[in-house]
């Protein structure tokens, strides 16, 4: 289980990233939708972690492929900054807009949060 130090630099990572995929990406440039990305890819794989933490689960086991070795625990972090993204922005500064944006934007989003856990901590 990786240190809660490792843990909350990959999260704050993944907030970066996400937040400058949807920016060069999607080429989005309001800041609300930044911040928000940033907050749902950082807060997403944190509370994840922390109940993996909690709960002493053991889904570190990477998959045995060399290029793309990802792990549920991987799949966590991903799964919820979609999550919570789609959450915050639906409800938040994405509230009005078509849901094709909205899905692009947390797809975005939590891949980026993903592709971090996976390749970077």
Not at 5 to 21: E, F, K, M, P, R
Not at 41 to 49: E, M, Q, R, T
Not at 58 to 75: E, M, R, W
Request: hydrophobic share 55%; with cysteine.
């Amino acid at each position: 289980m990786p240190s809660w130090w490792a843990v909350t630099y990959g999260a704050i990572l993944s907030g970066i990233v996400a937040a400058a995929g949807v920016r060069f990406v999607l080429r989005e440039r309001r800041p609300g939708v930044l911040v928000t990305v940033a907050a749902a890819a950082l807060l997403g794989p944190l509370a994840w972690n922390a109940i993996l933490h909690h709960t002493g689960g053991n889904f570190f086991v990477d998959a045995p492929i060399v290029v793309f070795p990802i792990s549920l625990q991987d799949t966590g972090s991903g799964v919820f900054a979609t999550a919570l993204a789609a959450l915050l922005l639906g409800f938040g500064p994405l509230r009005g807009a078509v849901g094709r944006s909205l899905a692009l934007t947390t797809t975005v989003c939590g891949s980026a949060a993903l592709l971090v856990d996976i390749y970077l901590y």
